[in-house]
């Protein structure tokens, strides 16, 4: 449900009473992993999405019945090749969701949405099996290992679930675990669910060019937290970028090296010109980020190379460099630019290859364990 927790957050302001439908969990090709939810107020109103239009309306009806017995259910969803009428996967895989209806006073509920809301890091833990009075309880822990709520199982649940959803919060991710009924870590009679949110992954952008106007909108759109950095500050406006979260007028090496990086950073270095790139570029390449791309033509880029050489830049660090930046769509605009290194660094993310999917011959969905990976959160892909 943190997936939403905008929209949630609105309806608990105006004291709406809700049910939310959870993924909790995908076998095989589906369209939306764990953690995606779709939610149900006492008007009627939605807000959110599961399955992308393949089970909406049965999940709805699910969510308006809950709303009125006051049961938490799961439910199993797939493609049945027998009856090609009946409500299911055409993609061909199986989700499992969780349906809980949520009262306008469900306080454990109300203080992980508004974390979530405000973009600080939370785990809601959700018994999604077990016994029928424990189905739905939750926790939510804090990123010291604090919690709130509680499951309604022996002490030792609550112990074991906190410290398991902790470790997820940690590496922000997103999934099940077995549990025993008594908190013991044996696979036994209870599973839970663990929705992880940390802030927003960081996109820096070195270079206050054209193609970073663009390259920011994309940025923001995949849900980055984006600063742009340049030495110039007639460049480096809130009027030429106004979408950017943040601008900073640095050398771009400096800054880099006093500016909190962590394993889901992505640099992006647009400004093709030496004095810049050669010192910034010493500098990503041995930070522990996601991605290094630098922008320039093939002549550059051998020339870049060399000079990196030259500073002492190890071939290991060098294959980390993405350069030329982007995937090969034949851009000419700043927009197209943007769109073809967002879709590098989503490939480099995901373990996507790039190529078409009509000649990859390659599964559609890499790898849906665990929901969208080092988020999520995110609601972003880095």
Do not use: N, Q
Request: aromatic residues 6%; contains cysteine.
């Amino acid at each position: 449900m943190l997936d939403i927790a905008e929209g949630l957050s609105r309806w608990f302001e105006e004291g709406r009473d809700f049910a939310v439908a959870t993924v909790v969990a995908v076998s095989g090709s589906a369209p939306r992993g764990p953690g995606a939810a779709l939610a149900v107020d006492d008007e009627g109103t939605v807000i959110g999405s599961v399955s992308g239009g393949c089970v909406e309306g049965a999940v709805y009806d699910l969510c308006v019945r809950a709303l009125l017995d006051g049961r938490t259910v799961r439910e199993r969803f797939g493609y049945d090749d027998e009856d090609a009428f009946a409500v299911g996967l055409t993609c061909g895989g199986v989700i499992d969701i969780l349906v809980t209806p949520v009262r306008a006073d469900a306080s454990v509920f109300r203080a992980g949405v508004s974390a979530a809301d405000r973009g600080e890091a939370a785990a809601l833990a959700r018994v999604a099996r077990g016994p029928a009075e424990l189905l739905g309880r939750a926790l939510l822990v804090r990123p010291d290992g604090s919690y709130e709520g509680g499951l309604g199982g022996e002490p030792g649940l609550d112990r074991t679930a906190a410290e398991e959803a902790r470790a997820m919060l940690d590496t922000g991710r997103t999934g099940t675990v077995d549990v025993a009924e008594d908190g013991s870590r044996c696979p036994g009679g209870v599973t839970l669910f663990v929705e992880s949110r940390v802030p927003p992954p960081r996109m820096i952008v070195f270079g206050a060019v054209d193609f970073a106007t663009a390259l920011v909108r994309a940025g923001k759109f995949l849900g980055y937290h984006v600063t742009v950095c340049d030495a110039r500050p007639v460049f480096a406006t809130r009027a030429r970028f106004p979408e950017a979260d943040e601008l900073v007028v640095d050398w771009p090496h400096r800054y880099l090296r006093h500016t909190t990086t962590d394993a889901r950073t992505v640099l992006c270095v647009l400004t093709h010109d030496a004095k810049f790139d050669v010192p910034l570029l010493e500098t990503a390449l041995r930070l522990p980020v996601a991605f290094v791309g630098a922008m320039g033509s093939r002549r550059t880029h051998e020339d870049r190379d060399r000079r990196l050489r030259e500073v002492g830049v190890t071939d290991e660090e060098l294959a980390r460099l993405r350069s030329p930046i982007g995937l090969d769509l034949g851009a000419r605009t700043p927009e197209e630019t943007a769109l073809s290194i967002a879709a590098e660094i989503v490939a480099a993310h995901r373990g996507g290859t790039g190529v078409p999917l009509t000649a990859s011959g390659t599964p559609i969905h890499h790898d849906v364990e665990g929901g969208r990976a080092g988020d999520s959160g995110s609601r972003a892909a880095a």
